[in-house]
Each structure stands twice: as structure tokens, then as C-alpha cells.
């Protein structure tokens, strides 16, 4: 029997909305080399928020680990995957800020999408409550995006902290805790 990896997409997604929250919080952040922390959150979202996640996706499909909700979790797990890497590659080498934003709103269309089934499948707590913060910090990173203006940079870390401690509820029993 296969191993259930979901843990460790869990963790990824735990590890990379914590430094980003925390960060754009301004917690630990006085004093930092802004281009390093920046370089830095890229590397995060790639290795933990990417490919663990892409990892946890494609062991869904190949295994059907979930049973009846693999291709529906393989599928959440292998966007969000993708979502990190070019995340972290926009950290890393820059771009265009309101075309992540307009990357933003199609995540977020998509987002919905998963929030839907998740309540239509009965996965309420915690992932559908989980999709639900998803939903509005996708939501609020496209004006954060488009203007700038420091409380939607808040809002969005309140809302990658609260992500993350729902998260926990995910990971723990995957962990068999």
C-alpha cells in the first residue's frame, strides 16, 4: 500500500504561507536586506510551496490515494503547485506586478471553483474552510498588486497565517497525529 503523501504537500503549503504571512506582517523584517528576503520567500515558494505540492499531485493521480478524491485533490495540489513555482519565480527574477495580478484573479476563479466542491463533497472542515481564506486572499492580492497600498500587503499575511494555522488541521492527521 502506498504511502499517502499528503503530508508532505501539507507541510510545503504550512512552511511557504508562514514565512510569506509572517513577512508581509513585518514580523522579523526591520533591518533585512529587502532584495535578499525577497530572493529568499522565492526560494521557499518554489521548493516547499512548489514542488512538494507538485510532488503530493502527482502521487494523487498515479496512486489514487485519496480514493473517490484523488483527481480532486491531485488536482487542488497540482495548481497550487504551479501557483508557488511561479510565485517564486517572480520573487527571484521580477516582472510585471499587475500581470500577477491578472494571474491572481484567474487563480481565484479557480480557487472558487475548488471551494465549491469541497463544500458540495462534504469537506468542510478544514480544507473547504482552508479554500475559503484562499478565496479571499486571492481576492485581496489583486489590488495589492495593482496599487500597492500596505493594508492589503497586511490583510493578504493575516490571511497566509490563518491559512496556515488551518492547515495544521490537514497535516496532522496525514501525519496520523
Not at 488536482?75 to 504551479?82: A, E, K, N, R, V
Request: aromatic share 18%; net charge neutral; glycine share 14%.
Amino acid at each position: 500500500m502506498p504511502v499517502n503523501p499528503e503530508a508532505i504537500g501539507v507541510f510545503g503549503l504550512f512552511a511557504t504561507v508562514m514565512c510569506f504571512g509572517l513577512e508581509q506582517l513585518g514580523v522579523g523584517v526591520e533591518g533585512a536586506d529587502h532584495e535578499k528576503m525577497t530572493r529568499s520567500l522565492g526560494y521557499i515558494a518554489i521548493f516547499f510551496g512548489g514542488f512538494t505540492q507538485l510532488f503530493t499531485s502527482v502521487c494523487m493521480y498515479l496512486f489514487t490515494i485519496a480514493g473517490d478524491n484523488s483527481i480532486y485533490l491531485g488536482t487542488i495540489f497540482g495548481f497550487f503547485g504551479m501557483f508557488w513555482v511561479l510565485v517564486g519565480f517572480f520573487f527571484i527574477k521580477g516582472g510585471d506586478k499587475k500581470v500577477m495580478a491578472h494571474f491572481f484573479l484567474c487563480g481565484l476563479i479557480l480557487a472558487l471553483a475548488f471551494t465549491y466542491m469541497a463544500f458540495q463533497k462534504g469537506l468542510v472542515w478544514p480544507l473547504g474552510i482552508d479554500l475559503v481564506v484562499i478565496d479571499i486572499l486571492l481576492f485581496v492580492l489583486i489590488p495589492g498588486w495593482y496599487t500597492g497600498k500596505p493594508i492589503f500587503t497586511k490583510i493578504a499575511g493575516l490571511c497566509n497565517v490563518i491559512i496556515g494555522l488551518i492547515s495544521l488541521f490537514l497535516l496532522f492527521p496525514a501525519l496520523g497525529i
